[in-house]
């Protein structure tokens, strides 16, 4: 069975700092790979994906992400936060087959200090 | 295109009584999800349509659960004799078939159940 892992509950940067949120996955095979946002009263919207090819993958927003295969890793990252940034991140791991169901990791909030 | 809209957005309910969501999806998308989100958590499938046809339901999903796509459009998902562990935010998604795990979520139904 896939599941999905962010080991950071809450992350606090500062404006204009960095950002790097981790997520692992368990899947048997090469999954499909995404990151969701969900802001205050909205619904969760897709930022990036990760399909194959390229491991570095650019989505929305300024956001990237890698894929690591021997890692089990799929970490996103921000060179510089915006405090419209603050909101909370959700790593989603994909079946190749099966109505391509999504399964989400317990998700990070990011607080962003002026 | 309005997007996924879910109807009601909060529904406050006494133990034992019926609930029914209703899920309008982005009108040309063939694939329909329901998710079950809870504080702190990351979104946990439910089950999905393809058109009018539920082609996977979670063993999270007990036998008061029951959903339709009747025309393979809206959906419904209705809960009967609610207990008081239902209390949850539920989501809709859709997306399209040839874009695996692009989810549209609506802004969910937030179900609590006194």
């Known amino acids: 069975a896939q599941s999905v892992t962010q080991p950071d509950i809450h992350i606090t940067v500062s404006e204009g700092a960095s950002l790097e949120l981790r997520c692992n996955y368990s899947?048997?095979?090469?999954?499909?790979l995404f990151w969701y946002v969900q802001s205050p009263g909205q619904g969760l919207q897709l930022l990036l994906k990760?399909?194959?090819?390229?491991?570095l993958v650019q989505g929305i927003k300024g956001f990237e992400a890698e894929f690591k295969r021997s890692q089990s890793s799929f970490n996103l990252r921000k060179p510089s936060v915006h405090w419209s940034d603050a909101a909370e991140y959700f790593c989603?791991?994909?079946?190749?087959?099966?109505?391509?169901?999504?399964?989400f990791g317990g998700g990070t909030r990011v607080l962003v200090k002026p | 295109d309005t997007g996924v809209s879910q109807d009601p957005r909060h529904k406050i309910t006494k133990r034992g009584q019926n609930v029914t969501f209703r899920c309008d999806p982005i009108?040309?998308?063939?694939?329909l999800y329901w998710y079950r989100q809870t504080l702190g958590q990351g979104p946990e499938f439910l089950t999905y349509?393809?058109?009018?046809?539920?082609?996977?339901k979670s063993r999270l999903l007990s036998d008061r659960f029951s959903a339709e796509r009747p025309k393979g459009s809206f959906s419904t998902l209705e809960i009967q004799r609610t207990e008081q562990g239902d209390s949850a935010m539920y989501l809709c998604?859709?997306?399209?078939?040839?874009?695996?795990?692009?989810?549209?979520f609506g802004e969910g139904s937030r179900l609590t159940v006194l």
């Open positions: 998604a859709s997306s399209l078939t040839t874009s695996p795990g692009e989810l549209f």
């Open positions: 899947y048997g095979a090469t999954p499909y």
């Open positions: 990760y399909f194959s090819g390229d491991t």
């Open positions: 989603a791991v994909g079946a190749r087959a099966a109505g391509n169901k999504l399964t």
């Open positions: 009108s040309e998308h063939n694939r």
């Open positions: 349509f393809q058109n009018e046809a539920q082609l996977e």
